[in-house]
């Protein structure tokens, strides 16, 4: 299947000029890729900061890619293209084109080349016994009575390189598609275009033979990759532009906060409802069950993860509404109602993206407490009854939502409490699952009191 080059010229590609950080506006929703016959464009989520260098710039997309690809199913990935049209799925194989790439760049820049077996005949090397007997005549050793077969040539295999083997022409024309289309992300150049090949049907009976054959893991990859591209070649209805992205990217920002603070067994802090029908036996159950629950210290933090606009704007239209505000302090009277949790331990947040590199409040560490929110029908004395409207850098919590960030829920607890008169979080070393001297990197500073650190 051949097609016009993706890009007219990647030499000249400034890749900056070609990423797009989104204001959540209608029609400016989209975070992904999309790449069309003439162009290609990177939407970053509101409050993204790019870096300087194109270097950084490749290796924030590549990790864009890898984050959508997380946190993302083929049904999260629909888009609408316009709004008289029904949204399509998205299925592109993004990451089998990068794997491709960066497997030709493993190996030194060159195509997957499968060796033949060759057979000489020397006293050294890794023998094939079968041949040896075969081929060569023994001398007969006689030792106490004792006849041996000693050989003194053996039959030894070695490999040399096969570069006219359909694997690599299939291969070879698999890299230069993966140029045609994510070459830029790489590097200014398009390696030669792929000489004659198997059709596309021929090419995915013979990956999938080797995949079935092969052992090693990193060819697996490779040919899993191969597939999984040779496939959508085969099936697509269009070869002219591709996305990768979705529209909602609200469940990702909600994800990203859950992975980084939450609690896996949430649903138990929560309470559940249901309708009990005239009609019939079904009971439906719907458990009220926020983004993430945080646990730490034996405090508790109900976290709401809101993918508002409002730390890019600063306008208050732009903030969560009285309807997430009540269900907030809902989901805290339970917990200090029916789990018994003291109300001195028990906090609440909205948590929304910003940029501490250029923001609407002068701020600069990557979270911050921007305000508050009450029910004016509560007495609003306890601590959950007054929801902190949190932000938190996009970018950085793109980089820093796996493993244990003990670091970040410090950084956080100390933004929700240091407006209700509880600014002093003790950390001790016994506490901490990061290394201790690194909590003194911790924003506001970190002064030291024998074995504890106050955030003050």
């Known amino acids: 299947m051949e097609s016009g080059p993706v890009l007219n010229s ?106 033949e077996p060759v057979y000489t005949t020397a006293s050294t090397g890794k023998q094939d016994w079968s041949r040896t007997v075969r081929k060569q005549m023994p001398l007969i050793q006689s030792k106490n009575g004792v006849n041996s077969f000693v050989f003194t040539k053996f039959e030894v295999r070695t490999s040399t390189p096969n570069y006219t083997k359909e694997i690599t022409q299939i291969n070879r024309f698999c890299v230069y598609e993966a140029f045609k289309r994510l070459g830029w992300l ?89 309708w009990l029908l005239d009609y019939g036996n079904y009971k439906e159950k719907r458990p009220l069950i926020p983004d993430t629950i945080m646990i730490y210290n034996d405090k508790y933090y109900i976290l709401d993860a809101k993918y508002y606009k409002y730390g890019l704007t600063g306008i208050p239209d732009h903030l969560p509404n009285g309807s997430s505000i009540n269900k907030q302090i809902t989901y805290g009277e339970y917990l200090e109602k029916y789990k018994n949790i003291d109300t001195k331990s028990l906090f609440n947040a909205f948590i929304m993206p910003y940029n501490m590199a250029k923001n609407y409040f002068n701020m600069t560490s990557f979270v911050g407490n921007v305000g508050e929110a009450i029910g004016d029908w509560r007495y609003n004395k306890k601590y959950y009854e007054r929801i902190q409207g949190i932000v938190i850098d996009t970018r950085y919590l793109m980089y820093h939502y796996s493993g244990k960030p003990v670091k970040e829920k410090v950084a956080l607890a100390e933004s929700i409490e240091s407006v209700l008169g509880r600014n002093k979080i003790q950390i001790t070393k016994e506490s901490s699952a990061v290394p201790y001297e690194e909590i003194k990197t911790i924003d506001p500073m970190v002064a030291e009191d024998n074995n504890s650190y106050d955030i003050d």
């Open 10 to 115: 990647i030499i000249e590609f400034d890749i900056k000029k070609h990423c797009h950080i989104n204001t959540n506006e209608d029609g400016d929703r989209f975070v992904g890729i999309k790449v069309d016959s003439d162009n290609a464009m990177v939407y970053f989520p509101i409050g993204y900061e790019l870096p300087k260098t194109n270097a950084e710039i490749r290796t924030d997309i590549k990790h864009l890619i890898q984050v959508l690809s997380e946190f993302t199913t083929k049904d999260d990935r629909l888009l609408a293209i316009n709004k008289l049209t029904t949204p399509q799925s998205v299925e592109f194989p993004i990451n089998a084109y990068k794997n491709i790439i960066e497997y030709y760049f493993s190996i030194g820049g060159t195509y997957y080349i499968e060796k």
């Open 186 to 274: 790489y590097v200014p150049y398009m390696p030669e275009e792929a000489g004659p090949h198997p059709d596309i049907k021929t090419s995915i009976r013979i990956v999938q033979n080797k995949l079935s054959i092969t052992n090693d893991d990193r060819k697996k990859s490779l040919f899993r990759s191969m597939n999984d591209m040779l496939e959508y070649m085969d099936c697509k209805t269009s070869d002219k532009q591709f996305y990768f992205g979705t529209d909602d990217f609200d469940y990702v920002w909600e994800k990203l906060i859950d992975r980084a603070f939450g609690e896996k067994d949430k649903d138990k802090y929560f309470p559940r409802s249901r």
